[in-house]
């Protein structure tokens, strides 16, 4: 419409980032590709001078998400690229307004718990566990209820079932930096079961059988929310930036 004249109905970022959420939704083949090319777009125009189409974090956290449902080979490591880019450019001008978040993180290990060619699945399990450590790292933004499903998921589904004692190793670490943080929830419980035995499950949840987030000590789920958790400091919600 506004490319026809219509000088009141001009899109923003919010509709933009709108259209890329929209492909990152999709399941179309080349959405990951075709939310690249909005997201040029949007650069082009912001460096031209309109300020209205600056991309911001949610910009390029769904983008990430693009390439984590896309299939495409190496998309993994194309999430990571993002992160580290936003990251640099934070560093690098201190503009918030397309710093990496938890979501960003969530995002880029989910691109590797998506993850399914054989060839790929050791570099996507490395790139999940940089990330979250990376995580960890920040003092401003932390873990979440979904950033330890995601690597309980990463886990499962890039560790070989036969290497029991790597599986187990990897999900005990996770769980118990999870229960001290106060972020188990019934999510993270099915995920626990889907990558260690029923034994090693009972073990790690101290012997409940009935094991809900209901059942467990108040200190393991004290934080825990659902998949749109905000970050430790201030809400992660999305703006309409």
């Known amino acids: 419409l506004h490319a026809r004249g219509s000088q009141g109905i001009k ?53 990430i998400d693009c390439w984590a449902k896309s299939g495409e080979p190496l998309s993994a490591r194309k999430a990571e690229q993002i992160l580290v880019t936003m990251q640099a450019k934070y560093e690098q001008t201190g503009d918030s307004s397309a710093k990496p978040n938890t979501h960003t993180a969530n995002a880029v290990m989910n691109a590797c718990a998506f993850t399914t060619k054989n060839e790929s699945k050791s570099d996507a399990l490395s790139i999940a566990f940089r990330v979250f450590e990376w995580l960890v790292m920040q003092r401003d933004i932390s873990p979440d209820a979904y950033s330890y499903t995601i690597m309980l998921s990463v886990c499962s589904n890039l560790l070989p079932r036969q290497d029991r004692e790597t599986r187990y190793s990897h999900a005990r670490d996770l769980f118990m930096k999870c229960r001290e943080s106060g972020h188990v929830n019934d999510f993270v419980l099915r995920k626990l079961r889907h990558t260690v035995t029923q034994e090693e499950f009972l073990s790690l949840v101290d012997y409940r059988v009935n094991s809900s987030a209901n059942n467990l000590p108040s200190s393991w789920t004290r934080n825990a929310r659902t998949r749109k958790s905000s970050n430790r400091k201030g809400s992660s919600k999305w703006s309409r930036k």
């Open 11 to 63: 899109p923003d970022s919010y509709t933009y980032n709108t259209v890329i959420n929209a492909w990152a939704k999709s399941g179309a083949d080349g959405a990951a590709r075709n939310a690249e090319s909005i997201l040029a777009t949007m650069e082009k125009k912001y460096r031209e001078g309109d300020s209205s189409l600056k991309p911001n974090t949610r910009t390029y956290t769904s983008l």
